[in-house]
């Protein structure tokens, strides 16, 4: 989407690596997000921030850490995968009530725990 | 915590008829409401979104949706479906004055068929 990229879009990895998802932004939004989307589940929050070095846990938060080093990126690691990771995993920019607190989703990234 | 309920995991329809797509919310404080889509394949996006005055709030592709304080309800309907909005909807709260954490429903998968 525009102003929102996730990287990698795909990835294959091995139970107990560490992986990191980045999202990156150029729109200059206060608040980040990252969610998981699993089948019956619908989306459930990992973590988010609201500036750069201000995180705070969501409702599915172990396993993973976040950080944000500057306004534009917001990167999410898994640091030893395990198969009940394997998700779809999106991340999402706000403005803020300047903004009407409307999220906007990146394309996500698939991510496959073997 | 705010939380959501979507009634129905799963909606079939015929095209031109009407469908609703039940929400309710669990909340402590006054909260902001979302309706968001996504189709198959791809991220999701806002379809709707009440933060304040009419209750009742309208998109651009024929949807509404109502605020019932009330019931704590934020039901989506449509008078006539067309096949193009077969995709999975979900519901979201989101606690006014507090850390713009988004909460999702679990999603209803509406299927428009011929």
């Known amino acids: 989407d525009a102003g929102i990229t996730q990287s990698p879009r795909h990835k294959v990895t091995e139970t107990g690596t560490p992986v990191t998802l980045r999202c990156h932004q150029t729109e200059n939004h206060r608040y980040m997000y990252w969610y998981r989307q699993d089948p019956g589940h619908g989306l459930r929050l990992i973590h988010y921030?609201?500036?750069?070095?201000?995180?705070d846990k969501g409702e599915v938060s172990d396993g993973y850490s976040v950080s944000r080093s500057k306004t534009e990126d917001f990167l999410l690691t898994l640091e030893s995968a395990t198969s009940s990771q394997t998700s779809v995993y999106f991340c999402a920019i706000n403005p803020g009530i300047t903004g009407a607190n409307v999220l906007t989703f990146g394309a996500g990234s698939r991510l496959t725990v073997l | 915590a705010q939380s959501v309920t979507q009634l129905d995991s799963q909606v079939p329809v015929f095209e031109e008829a009407p469908v609703e797509l039940r929400c309710n919310y669990s909340?402590?404080?006054?909260?902001?409401l979302f309706w968001y889509v996504q189709y198959p394949n791809q991220g999701l996006q806002l379809l709707l979104k009440y933060l304040s005055g009419s209750t009742l709030v309208e998109s651009i592709n024929g949807f509404e949706a109502e605020f019932n304080k009330s019931q704590t309800s934020f039901h989506l309907r449509k008078p006539s479906v067309h096949i193009s909005d077969t995709a999975e909807y979900f519901c979201a709260v989101m606690a006014q004055g507090g850390s713009e954490k988004l909460v999702f429903g679990k999603g209803t998968k509406l299927t428009v068929n011929p």
């Open positions: 921030s609201y500036g750069v070095k201000d995180t």
């Open positions: 909340s402590s404080v006054s909260v902001y």
